[in-house]
């Protein structure tokens, strides 16, 4: 599996809402942690950075995936960033792709996403330092 349909898969479980591109980071990190023996070599590869774990190619996988129409970027209102949502004909492709996961995967991705939906930026980003303190290295967070 291509390491851009883990983002895929991952803003499909977040339908029909958005996630930021902090949260998105995240969740790919945290399944880069978790499911190591899924994920393949060719996955993301994070350093910390400003807002802990960072992998810039991301953002490239995601404007490959909008230009491919699988995912639509959007504006939040009182908000500086976009984040981005799954189109419907990326929701069929990550349906399909999807099958490839094992069950583990496949439930690991519905927790954590529902998980980061759930707690603020301020507890996203302490729950990661405490677990990975190492990623918090270069961070501007004081939280």
Do not use: C
Request: proline share 5%; hydrophobic share 40%; glycine share 4%.
């Amino acid at each position: 599996m291509e390491r851009k349909h883990w983002t895929l898969i991952v803003l499909d479980e977040a339908r029909p809402g958005s996630l930021s591109p902090l949260q998105l980071q995240k969740i790919l990190f945290l399944i880069s942690k978790r499911l190591p023996d899924e994920i393949g070599e060719n996955f993301y590869h994070f350093v910390p950075y400003n807002y802990g774990p960072f992998d810039s190619d991301i953002y490239s996988d995601l404007r490959i995936l909008a230009n491919e129409g699988l995912v639509a970027k959007v504006q939040i209102i009182g908000r500086s960033w976009m984040s981005y949502e799954i189109t419907p004909e990326g929701h069929d492709a990550a349906t399909n792709i999807r099958q490839e996961l094992s069950e583990h995967a496949s439930q690991y991705i519905t927790k954590i996403v529902r998980w980061v939906e759930s707690v603020t930026f301020t507890q996203l980003l302490s729950a990661i330092y405490r677990a990975y303190p190492e990623y918090k290295a270069k961070s501007v967070f004081v939280g």
